[in-house]
């Protein structure tokens, strides 16, 4: 999942980067910026459930990997000629 919403962003990015339409360009950051809030949610609804393992191993890793504040940004410039 997350290797095909970079995948997403680089076209996304790309787009922006051919195009002098700001109003396009602020539309993809916008989607991209709702793409990654469900990405990030999915990542610790998955975190939560390895808490509850009974596997004491897989629990420690999943409360390690939520106290690790890892949360991806993409950011486009947008210049509005």
């Known amino acids: 999942m997350i290797k095909k919403l970079l995948l997403l ?11 002098n339409n700001y109003a396009v360009c602020m539309q993809t950051q916008e989607k991209m910026a709702k793409d990654m809030v469900v990405m990030e949610a999915a990542r610790i609804q998955a975190l939560i459930e390895m808490t509850k393992s009974n596997d004491p191993s ?8 939520l106290q690790k504040n890892d949360i991806r940004q993409l950011q486009i410039d947008c210049k509005n000629n």
């Open 9 to 19: 962003g680089s076209l996304l990015l790309s787009g922006c980067a051919f195009t």
């Open 58 to 65: 897989v629990r420690a890793t999943g409360l390690m990997l």
